[in-house]
T-cell receptor, first 115, second 109 residues
Framework: IAGITQAPTSQILAAGRRMTLRCTQD?????MYWYRQDLGLGLRLIHY???????GKGEVPDGYSVSRANTDDFPLTLASAVPSQTSVYFC??????????????FGPGTRLTVL | GQNIDQPTEMTATEGAIVQINCTYQ??????LFWYQQHAGEAPTFLSY??LDGLEEKGRFSSFLSRSKGYSYLLLKELQMKDSASYLC??????????WGAGTKLIIKP
């Protein structure tokens, strides 16, 4: 069982380019999340999905979009990357979302640098 | 606003005991998590507290006082592999996780 996989592992991107970070889980979890982690700051929620077909905005959604076409996949898209989006991005999943306190399990992360 | 406070960095000696504190001010409370994160890796679950008191799990224990907005993670018999960041996260009234910036624990031989 792989758990959660993310791709790419790392990426250097020119400002203004479009980029999709991929996230796939094989635990049949209903809820999935995208966080960014920056030095000196806690993990910040970008977008989440409580179940396939639904998505919601987190604390820092601007400049990012997500989709949840099925249970397993939750891609994060940067429509036009800016240097302030340089960060480590973690995808996570939990058995249930929205009104539950289930443990979140994290993917290995994507290190993104926008120049 | 919502706030989670943890010390930025702590140093301890192999074989010793260390206590990492976390204080929080959030809109509502539905539980508190501790995660461990080794450098360059993903956070991994350590413990969850929703009721006051101490939860013990092997060398690691976690304590919660809801009235004081306070938790601590206690690590006993420290090993070099315990060198990592420890993240405190609170579930708020909207069932969102609010994360602290983490405490980097350095273990010296």
């Amino acid at each position: 069982i792989a758990g959660i996989t993310q791709a790419p592992t790392s990426q250097i991107l020119a400002a203004g380019r479009r980029m999709t970070l991929r996230c796939t889980q094989d635990m049949r979890h209903n809820a999935m999340y995208w966080y960014r982690q920056d030095l000196g700051l806690g993990l910040r929620l970008i977008h989440y999905s409580n179940t396939a077909g639904t998505t919601g905005k987190g604390e820092v959604p601007d400049g990012y979009s997500v989709s949840r076409a099925n249970t397993d996949d939750f891609p994060l898209t940067l429509a036009s990357a800016v240097p302030s989006q340089t960060s480590v991005y973690f995808c996570a999943s939990s058995d249930r979302g929205g009104g539950h306190t289930d443990t979140q399990y994290f993917g290995p992360g994507t290190r993104l640098t926008v120049l | 606003g919502q706030n989670i406070d943890q010390p930025t960095e702590m140093t301890a000696t192999e074989g010793a005991i260390v206590q990492i504190n976390c204080t929080y001010q959030t809109s509502g409370f539905n539980g508190l998590f501790w995660y461990q994160q080794h450098a360059g890796e993903a956070p991994t679950f350590l413990s969850y507290n929703v009721l006051d008191g101490l939860e013990e799990k092997g060398r690691f224990s976690s304590f919660l006082s809801r009235s004081k907005g306070y938790s601590y993670l206690l690590l006993k018999e420290l090993q070099m592999k315990d060198s990592a960041s420890y993240l405190c996260a609170v579930v708020d009234s909207n069932y969102q996780l609010i994360w602290g910036a983490g405490t980097k624990l350095i273990i010296k031989p």
